[in-house]
């Protein structure tokens, strides 16, 4: 993949996590945003950040999104059952004139 | 509310065409952009083009000889049609709406995805 994202992150119920997303200068780094999903199996892939930071409505705010030079990140405090699920983060890559993924994070709630 | 759903055969013969279809309800098929996406089986999702009313296309290179979106605005729906496959374009297959302006654009909503075994 493009975007790079750790295979894995873990935590227990109540603690929070970090995923990061690592691109290069052609993407996040040329500024395009990076937006968040979480995939859970035979269901619809959610929206969770859209450009950077913003939480649509229905998401809770435990999920938060920043950005900073050829890097992103979705942070997600306060853990629960229900979050257990695999997250991949997205933007566009100007020398591949392609929408780009990462490889996905799978959250494991202890 | 806005919803997509994906539909067609789940298993394709190699050199086949896949075909698929995404319906959506709650809103107009007119009004935004459109995108196809895959998930091959342990991998991340791949972008495949997007399709704008009536014709406007635009495709990842690495599908452009093999891949056609198209719009059906009568039946509120568009379609992906994509040629000559082999194994490795065994996924599950995804449609979503685009959320802004391409290229800056998210994809919200999505539909909840179709598995096409591609086998003879």
């Known amino acids: 993949s493009v975007l790079t994202q750790p295979p894995s992150v873990s935590g227990a119920p109540g603690q929070g996590v970090t995923i990061s997303c690592t691109g290069n200068s052609s993407n996040i780094g040329a500024g395009f945003h990076v937006h968040w999903y979480q995939l859970l199996p035979g269901t619809a892939p959610r929206l969770l950040i859209s450009a950077n930071t913003n939480r649509p409505s229905g998401v809770p705010d435990r999920f938060s999104g920043s950005k900073s030079g050829t890097s992103a990140s979705l942070a997600i405090t306060g853990l629960q059952a229900e979050d257990e699920a695999d997250y991949h983060c997205q933007s566009y890559d100007s020398k591949l004139s392609v929408v780009v993924f990462g490889g996905g994070t799978k959250l494991t709630v202890l | 509310q806005v919803q997509l759903q994906e539909s067609g055969p789940g298993l394709v013969k190699p050199s086949e065409t896949l075909s698929l279809t995404c319906a959506l309800s709650?809103?107009?098929?007119?009004?935004?952009?459109w995108s196809w996406f895959r998930q091959p089986p342990g991998k991340g999702l791949e972008w495949i083009g997007y399709?704008?009313?009536?014709?406007?296309?635009n495709y990842n290179p690495s599908f452009k000889s093999r891949v056609a979106i198209s719009l059906d605005p009568s039946k509120n729906q568009f379609s992906l049609k994509l040629n000559s496959v082999t194994a490795a374009d065994t996924a599950v297959y995804y449609c979503?709406?685009?959320?802004?302006?391409?290229?800056?654009?998210?994809?919200?909503?999505w539909g909840q995805g179709t598995l096409v075994t591609v086998s003879s």
């Open positions: 709650g809103g107009s098929i007119t009004s935004y952009y």
């Open positions: 979503a709406r685009h959320g802004g302006p391409y290229p800056y654009t998210w994809f919200d909503p």
């Open positions: 399709v704008y009313y009536i014709e406007t296309t």
